[in-house]
């Protein structure tokens, strides 16, 4: 199986910090949360930089199952989203901030298909170009960028909405609007999101690849 380059970007960073530390003293869940902001702040600019905590250790085991049933899958609407970040103890302005995470990036038709071809609160020039990357029928692992700009972190994600005025969209509209206001929202949610029950102390352990749990 081809493995994806992100996994051979964190073998790297991996080797580097343990030579420079002379044993593995830092956990892999600490290099993701590095890489992740360093990569934010690296296309989007000095404004989204924002300060990690660190000291997580990382799990002995993995879960699909636990992964299922955590993260919100793409056929999540609204309130359902409003209901699975609220059990991670985030709130709605968590889930709007961090949904401009996808400031960066693309997604497989077959994640989005049932949007662009049956949702109806959905701007029609938009559907229709993002029908043509995917159709009705194949194309299953075609990629669309989320905004028009997949490799810069800025605020064009948010430009595109239809407002009712609701508490949702007021912040949608400030984002599209206010970079500064984006870059530091977002960082402080980041923060947070990366603060959800890390593994500290005794728990967990140290993983000497980040592929794997440690044999013991
Ligand atoms: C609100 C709940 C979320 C849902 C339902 C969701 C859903 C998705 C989906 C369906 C994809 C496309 C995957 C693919 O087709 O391969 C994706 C990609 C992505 N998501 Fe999310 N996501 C959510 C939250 C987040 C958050 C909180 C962040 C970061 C702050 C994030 C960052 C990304 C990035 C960077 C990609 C692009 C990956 C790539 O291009 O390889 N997402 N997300």
New binding site residues.
Partial sequence: MKTPK?FEVVDQIKAAVTKACKRDVVSCADILAIA?RDSVAILGGKQYWYQVLLGRRDSRFASRDAANTN????F?NFSQ?IK??KSHGLNLKD?VV???????????C???RNRIYNDTNIDKKFAANLQKTCPQIGGDNN?AP?DST?NKVDTSFYKLFKGDGSQSDRLVQLYSKNSYAFAYD?GV??IK?GNLKPLTGKKGEIRCNCRKVNKI
């Fill in positions: 992100s992740a993260l919100p899958p793409p999540f989203l699975n970040f889930l961090l949904s401009g995470g996808h400031t960066i990036g693309f997604s497989k077959t994640n989005f990629l989320f997949p977002f949610s980041m999101m």
